[in-house]
T-cell receptor, first 111, second 114 residues
Framework: AQRVTQPEKLLSVFKGAPVELKCNYS??????LFWYVQYSRQRLQLLLR??SRESIKGFTADLNKGETSFHLKKPFAQEEDSAMYYC?????????????FGKGTLLTVNP | DTGVSQNPRHKITKRGQNVTFRCDPI?????LYWYRQTLGQGPEFLTY????????KSRLLSDRFSAERPKGSFSTLEIQRTEQGDSAMYLC????????????FGPGTRLTVL
């Protein structure tokens, strides 16, 4: 069974501090990993996906297959980063449509 | 707004009533997904369409739930004989494989069953 675990329900940091949102996954095979973000009163949107290897809004995430992790990092948090963050995975190939989400981490960046 | 739209945005109903939600995907997106999100949880996959064909239904989708996408464009999700446990946010998403298959989400329909 595929599963995504986000161990922190809440994370609070000060502006300018580094931030790391943890994500671990369980999947038999090679999944595709994503981070989705939901800002207050907005819809869920894709932040980044591991295959694109991009840095979006200063965030990066590296897939560690050995540790089955896909932690989201940003060196200097900004107040506008405050949001709900969801880690998600999908299969590759025939089952690449279905996203399995973690429970989410609410990030608060304090001034 | 050319994004995914969902109607209604909110629905309050009494237990035992039937409800129907509508999702309009981004134009030309041939894949459409329904998810359900309850308080404190991430979205959970319910079902998936490629064009008008419903290709997978989650075990979460009991016999009281039915989804259609008759012409491969908009989709409807119907819940019959609603129960209090059906109270949730119902999310729709669409994607196009030739454009990276990124799933774009709608604003959701919040269902409250009294």
């Amino acid at each position: 069974a595929q599963r995504v675990t986000q161990p922190e329900k809440l994370l609070s940091v000060f502006k300018g501090a580094p931030v790391e949102l943890k994500c671990n996954y369980s999947y038999s095979g090679s999944p595709e990993l994503f981070w989705y973000v939901q800002y207050s009163r907005q819809r869920l949107q894709l932040l980044l996906r591991h295959i694109s290897r991009e840095s979006i809004k200063g965030f990066t995430a590296d897939l560690n297959k050995g540790e089955t992790s896909f932690h989201l990092k940003k060196p200097f948090a900004q107040e506008e980063d405050s949001a709900m963050y969801y880690c998600a995975l999908s299969g590759v190939g025939g089952s690449n449509y279905k996203l399995t989400f973690g429970k989410g981490t609410l990030l608060t960046v304090n001034p | 707004d050319t994004g995914v739209s969902q109607n209604p945005r909110h629905k309050i109903t009494k237990r035992g009533q039937n409800v129907t939600f509508r999702c309009d995907p981004i134009s030309e997106h041939n894949r459409l997904y329904w998810y359900r999100q309850t308080l404190g949880q991430g979205p959970e996959f319910l079902t998936y369409f490629q064009n008008e064909a419903q290709l997978e239904k989650s075990r979460l989708l009991s016999d009281r739930f039915s989804a259609e996408r008759p012409k491969g464009s908009f989709s409807t999700l119907e819940i019959q004989r609603t129960e209090q446990g059906d109270s949730a946010m119902y999310l729709c998403a669409s994607s196009l494989p030739s454009q990276g298959d990124e799933q774009f989400f709608g604003p959701g329909t919040r269902l409250t069953v009294l």
